[in-house]
């Protein structure tokens, strides 16, 4: 594939990672409320889980794997006079790529001190329209603990549909918190409609 693109929307820039973000990164994940409601990311999150984690990132895109965006928010010097001046990594939203069917799941998370400002479905409507307008995906499904309805909220506002419910379906880590999962899809049909 093609160098992965950078997505820009109001508020934000949605950018490959790059090495400069491992320290930042390990920061931000290192945070066990954050970690309790996803499948990937354990606590502690280690500087070396940062850097392991960015460095598959782009072979996975590459290899048409996976494509996953720095979520940034742009900053400005002045809030009267908008000229861009840098933007701040705050978290991170992706597709895991299923090319035999045409289907991406979608997963993201956002460091704690920037939650509750619409930015994860911000973010979330920039991948959709990556998804199904320069991906050309049919459908985009994601998976949330039912203990997340902050998550399930972004879904909602996403405009993705429950198609399902597993019981004790996710185990974290080793431990014995099974968990139940929620099952979220959308057709291309149904957001090309929305459009
Ligand atoms: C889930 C997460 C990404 C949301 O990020 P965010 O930027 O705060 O999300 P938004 O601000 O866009 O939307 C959050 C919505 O959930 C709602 N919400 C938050 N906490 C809630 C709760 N306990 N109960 C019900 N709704 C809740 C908010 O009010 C908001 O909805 P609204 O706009 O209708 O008011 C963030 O909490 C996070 O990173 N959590 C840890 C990782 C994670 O769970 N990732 C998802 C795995 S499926």
């Given at each position: ?5 950078t ?12 090495s ?19 499948r ?11 850097r ?16 996953v ?7 400005t ?11 701040t990594?705050?978290?991170?939203i992706?597709?895991v790529l299923?090319r ?26 920039s991948?959709l329209d ?16 039912t ?18 419910f597993?019981?004790k ?15 979220f ?11």
């Amino acid at each position: 594939m093609n160098g992965q693109p950078t997505l820009k929307t109001s508020r934000l820039e949605l950018r490959p990672f790059c090495s400069n973000d491992i320290a930042l990164v390990a920061e931000l994940a290192n945070d066990e409320q954050l970690s309790l409601n996803l499948r990937s990311f354990g606590f502690p999150y280690t500087v070396d889980d940062a850097r392991q984690w960015i460095q598959t990132l782009e072979k996975e895109w590459e290899n048409g794997q996976s494509t996953v965006f720095g979520v940034c928010v742009r900053e400005t010097e002045d809030k009267r006079e908008p000229t861009l001046v840098g933007a701040t990594l705050v978290g991170a939203i992706g597709i895991v790529l299923d090319r035999q069917s045409n289907r991406g799941e979608l997963g993201y998370w956002i460091g704690r001190s920037y939650w509750g400002q619409g930015i994860a479905t911000e973010a979330g409507k920039s991948i959709l329209d990556f998804a199904f307008g320069q991906l050309c995906l049919n459908k985009l499904t994601a998976e949330c603990l039912t203990r997340n309805p902050a998550s399930s909220r972004v879904l909602e506002k996403l405009g993705m549909v429950q198609e399902g419910f597993f019981a004790k379906h996710f185990r974290k880590r080793e431990s014995d918190d099974y968990c139940d999962v929620q099952a979220f899809g959308l057709l291309r049909r149904a957001w090309n409609e929305r459009k």
